[in-house]
């Protein structure tokens, strides 16, 4: 679904522009490819009937204040102050005069991030920065040119004469200064938008926020309970839902014994959904209340029969098997042929969990459908604009123009809030009950109806040649398709390939000349989500682990021997020395272990090591310090890049040691955050993060810590007993067994 | 009919008695700083004071907060004053957010009884507050900040 970006391809080429008597509004129009609109369009409905023109909007008023469109979602990964703070260097603009918003329409022509095919409104896989990049900046400087322009015009001077402060276009040579708010009072529109080019645009040195670091804007909100998410909307007359669902994907309700239910005070409707049976009433108390007061039997469904840790000793004897081909994801070379040429082969197999989101939110939405079925508004806090237009205005049978979307900030998203299924039904039952319904899930409901990271089973083998050269790289991975799952949600036919699951199989860290990852799809009917640190989690698991078998064997440090294949790949070798160095590498330790892991992810390259301890008697893995080197390419705020790549080491670092999914006959077990046990503050190692800032374009890095942290733990493990740990997480019970304890 | 305190405003509500003090707040009285996380005190983003005391307001019935004092995060100083407040702000703290007014809410309770904690004693009073986004560090750095400038 993203393309390559090519850099020099947003080129402001057409304009509206528009001077009010509130100040002046710049809508600058990026035109992307035009064939770019041809272009398979994952979401399903045709986007546009002209040329598809992602844009950003500047309005500048006299009393100076700068409105900047923010598109992404803002889930705490800080884009609602980044992306802003990109135009406003290209601007020129006085920061503190800066007010980011989100879209007023939800329209990718204008506001689409030109980092996907179909411009859409996606906030995932870090690829918000990434996408947005490029055209902010041209924005920002198309802007700064125009109000350049038009000062040397009224003041009778070369516009390059004509320089800027922040907020001010000054005339040195008359010393002359005047505000962008006073321009805005009497700028006009030029009959051509000026043209930015690369040479446009500000080399790093004058770079005011970019590279710098801006606290972040909405922060104060978040300390003070100001801030709204999805579950604080409230509508004039509004009503509570609660939804009892299927607890497997596919069980439609068969019969529904609602009396009891019925009899709760406050209990105003009761609907049939199609995966579901909802509530409404005139409480949350009382649509609780129902709820588990209701009797339904489901429908028969594939994944009504899933028995997970069934399923994943299947899945481990498909990986061992390799007459059954998947589907290969990025080769390199002729892995098999390769194999066949090897003098010795190392093999390693590794097994991961289902995991659960748990952001803290539950998953909410508020929907008020009109009267007539043809409009609707919603709030909630989404991943996913587009899709959630696309699967509304289907549902509806509308047009997109006629849904009025209230972004909210999101109370975690990982992933999850990609997915749409609870506005769909707030949706259903607002035009069900004629009135606005605020359908809010319990953590229950959240858990056991959870959208999961799959669970995988992994087989590799590593083919060296007899002079010791690591030639051939056979990794097979087994597990259901996230990618399959989600475009049944969104009524698209699935891609040949899942980048979900197999992101971080190729590994470009290490250029092995003879590479396969395959991806062995096998249907099971769970429910299925992409999640934050996507394939690169599990897979890095998998790959680190061997390598740090592989070197063991072999009588190699496990940084050294790292170093060595990662030979054509400074950017890693660096973070490798990196992390070397922060953590004392060498450094012999009395009662701990110490392991390394890597991930390659979009272009962003982390290194990262944990220092560990083990309670022999009970099993219990303590991480002690863990360091990470995280190269993004440019990075924007770096103290931001920092704050993320902590959090998500401390997000991994709970998948590590306790967090798992299990269903049985279908359904979750878990229920809640008592038997879903997430990382908490007594977990938490000391954690020390490099930013290490180059000169490439920027790349994601809201998820990054995460795939290394199961690694460099498992590594630690191995080489603090002795014992190698294959399968995913280190639960005390599984580490004590594995210890011979 | 329950009678009670919030944010030193003197409330009567006629709600069933065993509603958690959570969704009253929330829903009835629409202070929605505090959040719903998990419903079973197992999270700590619903904490209130009821009394000076922090508690989780999910799973809390209202009746029995009749006759007390609860403070919210909305209540907590008039305009984001509180030195927890600052201290947030100044260490950025807040990743997504939604935890925070329950995970400022417990470490105002600590520093009202304990105005220098350690480390250790911050990490034990904390446990309860789970913070998905991983800000944990940055919480303890807070605390000890406010602890210091208080």
Known sequence: ?741 | MVAFTVNGVRRELGVDANTPLLWVLREHLKLTGTKFGCGIASCGACTVHIDGQATRSCATPVSTVEGKSVTTIEGLSPDGSHPLQKAWVAEQVPQCGYCQSGQIMQAAELLARNKAPSREEIIEHMDGNICRCGTYLKIISAIQRASREG
């Not at chain 1, 004897?317 to 070379?333: C, F, H, L, N, W």
């Not at chain 1, 197999?349 to 539950?362: C, G, I, S, V």
């Not at chain 1, 390939?497 to 250029?511: E, F």
């Not at chain 1, 800032?693 to 690694?711: F, H, L, N, Q, R």
Request: with cysteine; charged share 25%.
């Open chain 1, 1 to 741: 679904m993203t393309k390559h970006l090519d850099p020099r391809a947003t080129d402001l080429s057409r304009r509206d522009f528009l001077g009010t008597a509130a100040g002046l509004t710049f809508a600058l129009t990026v035109a992307p490819d035009p064939l770019a609109l041809i272009h398979e369009d994952p979401s399903g409905v045709a986007l546009a009937d002209g040329p598809l023109s992602p844009n950003v909007w500047i309005t500048i008023a006299t009393d100076d204040t700068i409105t900047i469109v923010s598109p992404a979602a803002e889930m705490g990964q800080g884009t609602f102050t980044t992306l802003p703070a990109v135009i406003a260097d290209e601007l020129d603009a006085d920061w503190s005069k800066v007010k980011p918003v989100f879209p007023s329409e939800w329209n990718e022509k204008k506001f689409g991030n030109p980092g996907y095919d179909n411009y859409a409104f996606q906030t995932s896989a870090s690829f918000a920065v990434r996408g947005y990049f490029r055209a902010m900046r041209v924005a920002g400087a198309q802007a700064r040119r125009v109000l350049l322009d038009a000062v040397a015009t009224k003041w009778g001077v070369p516009a390059a004469e004509l320089s800027t402060e922040p907020s001010v276009v000054v005339h040195k040579a008359t010393n002359r200064h005047i505000s962008y708010g006073e321009i805005a009072a009497f700028a006009k529109a030029p009959a051509e938008l000026p043209k930015i080019e690369d040479k446009d645009l500000k080399t790093p040195a004058d770079f005011r926020y970019i590279g710098k670091d801006l606290p972040r804007v909405e922060v104060p909100l978040k300390v003070t309970g100001a801030a709204k998410y999805g579950i604080d909307a409230q509508v004039p007359g509004m009503v509570y839902a609660s939804v009892l669902q299927s607890p497997y994907p596919g069980g439609r309700p068969e019969t529904v014994d609602e009396t009891r239910a019925r009899q709760v005070p406050g209990i105003a409707d009761i609907v049939t959904l199609p995966e579901g049976v909802g509530v409404i009433g005139t409480s949350v108390e009382a649509t609780l209340r129902a709820k588990n007061l209701l009797k339904v039997s489901w429908g028969d469904a594939p994944g009504a029969h899933h028995d997970s840790e069934k399923a994943l000793e299947e899945f481990a004897a498909i990986a061992r098997d390799k007459s059954r081909d998947g589907v290969p994801y990025e080769p390199v070379g002729d892995a098999k042929a390769a194999m066949r040429t090897a003098a010795k082969i190392y093999r390693g197999e590794y097994r991961t969990r289902y995991l659960y989101h748990a952001q803290m939110e539950p998953m909410n939405a508020t929907a008020s459908v009109s009267a007539d079925g043809k409009s609707v508004e919603i709030w909630t806090g989404t991943q996913g604009p587009t899709n959630l237009h696309n699967q509304v205005a289907r549902l509806l049978g509308i047009d997109r123009t006629s849904i009025i979307l209230h972004q909210q900030f999101l109370g975690g998203g990982y992933g999850r809030r990609s997915q749409q299924e609870v506005v769909v039904d707030a949706v259903r039952l607002s035009k069900a009950v004629g009135k606005p319904v605020k359908l809010i899930w319990t953590r229950e409901d959240d858990v056991t109806g959870g959208k999961f990271r799959p669970m995988t089973a992994h087989h590799i083998e590593a083919g060296f040649d007899a002079s010791g050269k690591l030639i051939a790289w056979h990794h097979r991975v087994v597990a259901e398709s996230v990618a399959a799952y989600t475009s049944i949600a969104n009524g698209t036919s699935p891609p040949p390939v899942d980048r979900v699951v197999m992101k971080g199989s190729p590994i470009p860290q290490y250029p092995i000349p003879n590479k396969l990852a395959e991806h062995v799809i096998e249907a099971r009917g769970a429910r299925l989500a992409a999640f934050r640190g996507v394939g690169n989690a599990h897979n890095a698991f998998a790959v680190e682990s061997l390598l740090d078998e592989i070197a063991k064997d072999r009588g190699l440090d496990p940084i050294a021997f790292r170093l060595t294949i990662a030979e054509g790949a400074p950017r890693m070798q660096m973070l490798l020395r990196a992390v070397a160095e922060m953590s004392d590498w060498t450094r012999q330790r009395s009662g701990r272990g110490i392991g390394v892991g890597t991930m390659v992810k979009d272009d962003t390259l982390v290194a990262g090591v944990a220092e560990v301890s083990v309670d022999r008697a009970t099993g219990k893995v303590k991480v002690h310090n863990f360091w990470a080197a995280i190269d993004a390419g440019l990075a924007v705020q770096p103290r931001n890049v920092a704050a993320q790549t902590e959090g998500s080491i401390i997000y991994g670092l709970g998948h590590v040691l306790r967090e798992k999914i299990t269903i049985r006959n279908g359904r979750v077990l878990e229920s809640n955050y008592s038997d879903y046990e997430v990382t908490r503050m007594s977990d938490v190692p000391n954690i020390e993060v490099k930013v290490v800032s180059t000169d490439y374009p920027p790349t994601g890095a809201g998820e990054d810590g995460v795939p290394v942290v199961a690694c460099a733990v498992g590594n630690a493990i191995a080489m603090l007993t002795g014992v190698r740990l294959r399968e995913l997480p280190f639960a005390p019970e599984r580490v004590r067994g594995a210890l011979g304890a």
